[in-house]
């Protein structure tokens, strides 16, 4: 693989997203995540990686709530998006994952056309004043999802109908319809073939003009390339968190160098 | 790609809008979605509601039914009105009809009254025998003539009240709704309340209602459901022998030897609109087939075990097959493995630990036929008044006998309310039968159900 | 029971043979049954086949067959002014087999000696005395050809008896010796033994096939016999029903359509809603705990018997609804006469059907892969806007399939309508009066003491017929829409 098929570009990565302090999770009896501390930049791609059964996708969920809807998951610890604790009981669920998208391991359109997949987002909140407005919504997400070429055309298709890449960009212009602020991709390239993988990557690099993406991979080289920060996660605990390269170059952890090299996973 | 520069300035206000403040339009969403919620609660609650009611109509009106007015009193029986001759044999006295024993049983009310000291308020004192069931002089007969001994002396009998009467003590029949009713008089009221007073009248459990007979349409007081009990017993006999050695032998073909095509799918297909097809079709079948071609006596549980046994069939199929399909193929593969022929692996391995499921199936298919009326309707297990116990097997199986539901519908159908009581007392007995079977059959469940 | 005897008879052979097959393998095997094909039992049960089947095959051909050449034979004796149609000899004929049984009776118990039963003339003896005697009643004296009949249908059924008795013991018996001489320790009996136990395996599958074929041939026989006497056309559209047995019917289909279809409309207006919402809450809002008290308690309602239903119809909902839309009612509107009526069978029908309803959406909903809820929640949708916009309309196909299966329920169920609908057929929109249905009127056609040959009797079978198509086509139609939606998430 040539990690150097994606052209870095420059782009402002000071400002703290969100910031997690101690944050514990359990299901049921398990105790799934030890007290992670992570700040995640606005402005940058953050990926996870560690072994399968490390917490990553795990506390992936935990930053828009997603693991509300398990009956046995409790959260515990602070996470903050832009300074407020969205586990706040004053927190409406629906308002904090209108601001922080989510892109499935599997892609997983609605059985309905293109464009009601991608106006659902903009629907339910309430986003379009007309049906002009919700057409310019849709474009704009299947334009920034770089899949609006292979689909002007037959809008009214069901999502169903596309392959496993499109449908994948297909979930991701849902998602960036509601105007997310931070998207999170749980192994979004997990069930794609290489060519589609490749789309995908690009298309995560071009979004972090907009957003802050947080993504988990299992793949170290798609974490490489995608990426310019990088958490490492290994049975429940943060082990290591920084820039990419330095993860990658000069791990200071002992276990995320077994990891890289190969020797655990 | 350079177009996607022009569209991606993030909405400012969306930027800084916190949340911890909810948006109009997210209250308007959280309104609609406990409106949402709250109807799937009241969907829930109205099905639970409908159960309540169910039950509660079932069992307050079903109750009364096992429980009967009975006058206690001695019964003089006098030599001159039963045996003339004086010598007590049995096939002389026998040649005194029922007719001989009223006038017995209707002076001894007579006397019990006096002797307790409650007035007769009528010209004829004989009016007072409108408060026994007109069934006690049959019940005097066979006691005098199963014991001939008896007659000469006082004897005392527990006697049926009349249904008016027994109504009366259930609150069923009001002095009101008496005034336009040839059976009774409001007088007879005041007579009955003085001799429950004075111990003479008692209402208390009646065994007869349970294992008894069905009786005539003007003697509710005596109707019992013991003989279509037994009608169902024989039924469900029938059903059981017929319908689990070929609902097994059937799945076993299905899951396990036969091969893909045409005549499988015809069975297939076969199998399953069968389980659709509506019970009173089945009851068209087992008339035309059964009593019409194969000339099966009409009424007889035999025909009726059969029609069931078709009906049940799909049902003990179907969840025969589940069992089968959960037997994992390993068992099947260790058994040829070590050199058992496929007949042999089935029967010896994958049966036996099929056997809890199969079990379960079939209680829960033998419930299900327990509880069909539709098609005993059509083969005449109604219609008739079921009194005569089964003296036999054979004559369990041939003759002509009605079956609980079926009796609960001729129940139902009958003109004196006293019967409605009898037909809630019916269903009481008919669901507590179900409900043990379908109690076996989750207890079955539970002890033996295997996680592969 | 000389039947039952024979058959008890052939069942001892087989079992002598079985022992007999055993032994016989053991002693070729000198006792070392390392040396048989096959287990000793397999030689066994070789024998004991070999007996059964060629016997109770005889047994079962006869049976068939002898019914059928003697009414044949004895049909010839009775003169031809004495019956017009089919109908009326299969009246003489049952009048012929009743005085033959009667005459079996008297002779079993002694009242007539085999001579007098196979002599007696009607000419000389008042036969409907003499069987009335030993309790065998007749509806009318029994005329000369029906004796003669009767005489000559005992002679031939006992002949037949005997003959029978004769061919199933030989055909056993052969069976047994054939395959005890054959039994030797080479001999693969396992072999044939499993392909007889796959053929009664093939049987007993066939059973369903023979089912259906006899539910469509008893119907269909039975309504071509109607539509001889009665034309199809004013049956499938006419607009009256009123049936008398004295003749002059007329037997429209229509009200009891209309009947039917008005009641199912009620039930599945009751039914949908309530158990879709149920179904959804339970499925998507209800904790473990809800689910598993709840759900069982609605299924409770799914297996109460419909007589009981029935009951709670006639006694309970009925009562109940005069005294609300009734003269004199709490709602002062004077809607209702009587207590069965359209609304009082469909709203219990409606009743018995939620679970029906809930339990198919249940399992339809539970189908949609957690994949799209989650879809759904992760773009910030509320639970409610998730099933509405997502799985509902994912789910549709399933659940129009559902409400298909109990629209079939509704329209085959018959003891709520025919104790709750009431016995009028009547085409009226006022869902307050009593109306009556295709079911109720296959009970009321076929129970009672009617001709079976009478347009009023057969008209049941052209009503079931009706009924078995249209359930069957709803049934067809349903199974495929939701066989077609499982495998879209297989």
Known sequence: MNDMRIVKRDVDMNDTKISAKGVQVFYGDTHAIKDVDVEIKDKTVT????????????????????????????????????????????????????????????????????????????????????????????????????????????????????????????????????????????????????????QVEELIDELRENFSVVIVTHSMQQAARVSQKTAFFHLGNLVEYGDTQQIFTNPKDERTESYITGRIG | MSDMTANTQPTPQKSTSSLYDETKRTKRRNQSEVRFKAYGVAAIAVGLFFLIALLVAIFSNGIPAFKQTFITIPVELTESALDKTGNRDVAEMSKVSTFGYKPVVTNALVTALKDAGIAIPFKKEKDVEKLLSSSVAAQVRDTVLADPSLVGTSVEFRLLASSRVDGYFKGRVTRDALIRDKNLDAEHLDIADAMAKAGLMATTFNADFIFGSDASESRPEQAGIGVSMMGSLFMMIVVLLLSLPIGVATSIYLEEFAPQNRFTDLIEVNISNLAAVPSIVFGILGLAVFIQFVHLPQSAPLVGGLVLTLMTLPTIIISTRASLKAVPPSIRDAALGVGASKMQSVFHHVLPLAMPGILTGTIIGLAQALGETAPLLLIGMVGFIASNMPDGIASGFLDPNSAMPAQIYEWAKRADPAYYERAWGGIIILLLFLMTMNIIAVILRRRFERRW | MPILWLFVLVLALGLIGFVLGRMRALKDAHGDIRQLHSLPNYYGANVLFATLIPGFAVMVIWLIAQPMVIQSQVTSLIPERAYTDAGSLNLVMSDVRRVAEGLDVAVAEGAMTHEQARDIRSEFTDVRARLGAVGVALGSNVEPYVLQAAQKYR??????????????????????????????????????????????????????????????????????????????????????????????????????????????????????????????????????????????????????????????????????????????????VDWMKGGTAVMTAGLVMGVMLIPFVSSLSDDIINAVPQAMRDGSLGLGATKSETVKQVILPAALPGIVGAILLAASRAIGETMIVVLGAGAAARLSANPFEAMTTVTAKIVSQLTGDADFSSPEALVAFALGMTLFVITLALNIFALYIVRKYREQYD
């Open chain 3, 155 to 332: 002679t031939l059924s006992n002949g037949g008896l005997w003959l029978m008795t004769a061919l199933v013991l030989g055909a056993a018996v052969l069976g047994f010796v054939l395959s005890y001489l054959r039994t030797n320790k080479e001999q693969r009996s396992r072999n044939s033994v499993e392909r007889v136990v796959l053929a009664l395996l093939i049987g007993a599958a066939s059973i369903a096939i023979l089912t259906t074929l006899g539910i469509v041939l008893s119907l269909f026989s039975n309504t071509i016999e109607f539509f001889k006497l009665y034309p199809a056309k004013d049956f499938f559209f006419g607009l009256t029903w009123s049936p008398s047995f004295g003749g002059g019917s007329e037997l429209g289909i229509l009200p009891l359509f209309w009947g039917t279809f008005y009641i199912s409309f009620i039930a599945l207006a009751v039914a949908v809603p309530i158990g879709l919402f149920a179904a959804v809450y339970l499925s998507e809002y209800a904790g473990p705990k809800v689910r598993a008290i709840a759900k069982p308690l609605l299924e409770v309602l799914a297996g109460i018997p419909t007589i009981v239903y029935g009951l709670f119809a006639l006694l309970t909902v009925g009562p109940l609804l005069v005294n609300l839309f009734g003269d004199g009612g709490a709602l002062g």
């Open chain 1, 47 to 198: 990926a996870f990686i560690g072994p399968s059964g490390c917490g990553k996708s795990t506390f992936l969920r935990c930053l828009n709530r997603m693991n509300d809807t398990i009956d046995v998951c409790r959260v515990e610890g602070k996470i903050l998006l832009d300074q407020e604790d969205i586990y706040d009981k004053r927190v409406d669920p629906v308002q904090l994952r209108a601001k922080v998208g989510m892109v499935f391991q599997k892609p997983n359109p609605f059985p309905k056309s293109i464009y009601d997949n991608v106006a659902y987002g903009p629907r339910i909140h309430g986003l379009a004043g007309s049906k002009a407005d919700l057409d310019v919504i849709v474009e704009k997400s299947l334009r920034r999802a770089a899949i609006w070429d292979e689909v002007k055309d037959r809008l009214q298709a069901p999502g169903t109908g596309l392959s496993g890449g499109q449908q994948q960009r297909l979930c991701i212009a849902r998602a960036v319809a509601t105007e997310p602020e931070v998207l999170l991709m749980d192994e979004p390239c997990s069930a794609l073939d290489p060519i589609a993988t490749l």
